[in-house]
């Protein structure tokens, strides 16, 4: 894989703009992912980056660097720390040649780093995509986060395992080879590309 931290940081910006536009007000509103509502999905998200961040600092004996993260009732700054600390992290000299320790991905062993890096681009996108169509905002990714994202998603295991309680993500859905690349990326993790929220 080639160093896809310039494409994470460009989505990181993307996740953190889309996330700032969050009314707390809003948190208790339904989205794409699964039975998630706004306020877990960002808690999720925010503690995954700071997961991410002290893996990729050597950490491989806490789980609770993997805990999800109260928002205090402030999404867009809680968030905002979160993106700069697994910014900064992968940004470091030699962070490329350390192995990453994702137990909620495989309980023993290191991943590489580059992979590492790739299953976070992964998420960032999807879930900033959950975030925006929950809000009503755009998601503005360019082409070249998309195609860096797009061969990741599509290797992502199929099987049984994506019925499983607490998934990463659900099975599939088809969508067409020339449809546009985010709607690829979303439903071949389980999203409807044309979700809205439900009527009040």
């Known amino acids: 894989m080639s160093d896809l931290r310039a ?25 794409p992912c699964g039975r998630w509502d706004l306020r877990r999905l960002l808690e999720h998200m925010t503690g995954q980056n700071h997961g991410f961040a002290a893996s990729a600092r050597g950490e491989t004996t806490d789980l609770g660097i993997w805990a999800d993260r109260p928002l205090r009732g ?7 720390a979160s993106a700069a600390d697994v910014t ?32 976070h681009l992964v998420d960032t996108v999807v879930h900033a995509w959950d975030v925006a169509r929950t809000v009503g905002v755009p998601v503005g990714f360019s082409p070249e986060v998309l195609a860096a994202t797009l061969p990741i998603a599509l290797a992502v295991p199929q099987g049984d395992a994506r019925l499983a309680e607490g998934a990463a993500f659900a099975p599939a859905l088809s969508s067409a ?11 071949v993790l389980g999203r409807d590309p044309h979700w809205t929220p439900p009527a009040a």
């Open 88 to 119: 900064a992290a992968f940004a470091e000299d030699g962070v490329l040649d350390r192995g990453f320790w994702l137990p909620e991905v495989r309980s023993r062993g290191l991943f590489p780093a580059s992979l590492a890096i790739g299953f």
């Open 7 to 31: 494409r994470h940081r460009e989505a990181m910006a993307v996740a953190q703009a889309v996330v700032a536009a969050v009314d707390p007000a809003a948190l208790g509103a339904p989205t």
């Open 74 to 80: 402030e999404p867009g700054r809680v968030f905002a």
């Open 177 to 187: 080879e020339d449809a546009p690349a985010l709607d690829r990326i979303v439903a």
